[in-house]
């Protein structure tokens, strides 16, 4: 059993930045793949950025957000981030974090998720 945390939520203004952080229990959060989706009010849950396992060294990022936000991720902390700068309006959203134990690296499908964080609100104003 994983438990995902998530932190770091806000409101800030557009063109600000905010840092998510995910806390996962477990001792083998090194092994496990980890992404960020977010859902904004009235929309569906949408993929937003993947790290890989183990040394974290590939990710994949939405079009959306590709040179703005940034994934990484602490071993030695159990926790994986994500970093956003340059933040639009359109980026409001709930977003949470979730761990792929099953080896599939980099997936943008929310099914190849195993374990998911509750969630942290993200409101940019205008």
């Not at 996962?24 to 929309?43: C, H, I, L, N, V």
């Given at each position: 059993q994983v438990q995902l945390v998530e932190s770091g939520g806000g409101l800030v203004q557009t063109g600000g930045s905010l840092r998510l952080s995910c806390a996962?229990?477990?001792?083998?959060?090194?092994?496990?793949?980890?992404?960020?989706?977010?859902?904004?009010?009235?929309?569906e849950r949408e993929f937003v950025a993947a790290i890989v396992r183990w040394s974290g060294g590939n990710t994949n990022y939405a079009d959306s957000v590709k040179g703005r936000f940034t994934i990484s991720r602490d071993n030695a902390?159990?926790?994986?981030?994500?970093?956003?700068?340059?933040?639009?309006?359109?980026?409001?959203?709930?977003?949470?974090?979730?761990?792929?134990?099953?080896?599939r690296s980099l997936t943008r499908v929310q099914n190849d998720y195993d374990y998911w964080g509750q969630g942290t609100q993200v409101t940019v104003s205008s």
């Open positions: 996962a229990s477990g001792r083998t959060f090194e092994g496990y793949a980890m992404g960020w989706f977010r859902q904004a009010p009235g929309k902390k159990n926790t994986v981030y994500l970093q956003m700068n340059s933040l639009k309006f359109e980026d409001t959203a709930v977003y949470y974090c979730a761990a792929n134990t099953n080896g």
